[in-house]
């Protein structure tokens, strides 16, 4: 079975621009959540999608936003780029069943200029 | 605010020895933990879970859980280089958002 997949991996913007980041989920999980991971912060948790609702929030600024779409497939959208938002963005996937195991993709490279 | 905490380390252990990572959490409601290794430059690979008082062995790996004193630890027998990484503890809530926590360096010396 193929694992969470994220595209680009890597990516270089500029402060002002925004980006675009999408996740695939595997195969049969509904649930896609959305980090953040700087070395000063750890693992910052985004936004959960789940049957294309966005179930729980971070708290992060409303710069940053997500969806999900039918086929469970989610984009996760950064506008007004700041420096600060140069991180490694990771997608995870959950089936949710009774443990609810959260699987991550390989992330994506956001540096901002 | 929902909290797990884990020593930072650096943690040091020579090779064959056991490693032994900690991870304390606040909300008494949390059901199932989740050990997360992360090598540099890579994205965290999940280990194990556990949810039920007691420990929980996968190969070298044995985690213990603790529910009445919120403690949940993860033992590495024989220690390998190839363990050296990051180990993040992980607990969710009912809604399925995962709570961090800031992970232990761990060096394992050949």
């Known amino acids: 079975k193929a694992g969470v997949t994220q595209t680009p991996r890597y990516l270089i913007k500029t402060r002002g621009q925004q980006v675009t980041l999408s996740c695939s989920p595997i195969s049969g999980h509904r649930s896609v959540s959305w980090y953040q991971q700087t070395p000063g912060q750890g693992l910052q948790f985004l936004f959960e999608?789940?049957?294309?609702?966005?179930?729980n929030k971070g708290n992060f600024p409303g710069r940053f936003s997500g969806r999900q779409f039918s086929n469970s497939r989610s984009e996760m959208n950064v506008s007004t780029l700041e420096l600060g938002d140069s991180a490694l963005y990771l997608c995870?996937?959950?089936?949710?069943?009774?443990?609810?195991?959260?699987?991550f993709g390989p992330g994506t490279r956001l540096t901002v200029l | 605010q929902k909290e797990v905490e884990q020593n930072s380390g650096p943690l040091s252990v020579p090779e064959g020895a056991i490693a032994s990572l900690n991870c304390t959490y606040s909300?008494?409601?949390?059901?199932?933990f989740f050990w997360y290794r992360q090598y540099s430059g890579k994205s965290p690979e999940l280990i194990m879970f556990i949810y039920s008082n007691g420990d929980k062995e996968d190969g070298r790996f044995t985690a213990q859980l603790n529910k009445a004193s919120q403690y949940v630890s993860l033992l590495i027998r024989d220690s390998q280089p190839s363990d050296s990484a990051t180990y993040l503890c992980?607990?969710?809530?009912?809604?399925?958002?995962?709570?961090f926590g800031t992970g232990t360096s761990l060096t394992v010396i050949p």
């Open positions: 999608y789940f049957s294309e609702t966005q179930r």
């Open positions: 909300d008494r409601g949390s059901q199932s």
């Open positions: 992980a607990a969710p809530d009912p809604g399925n958002q995962f709570y």
């Open positions: 995870a996937s959950t089936y949710l069943d009774s443990y609810n195991e959260q699987f």
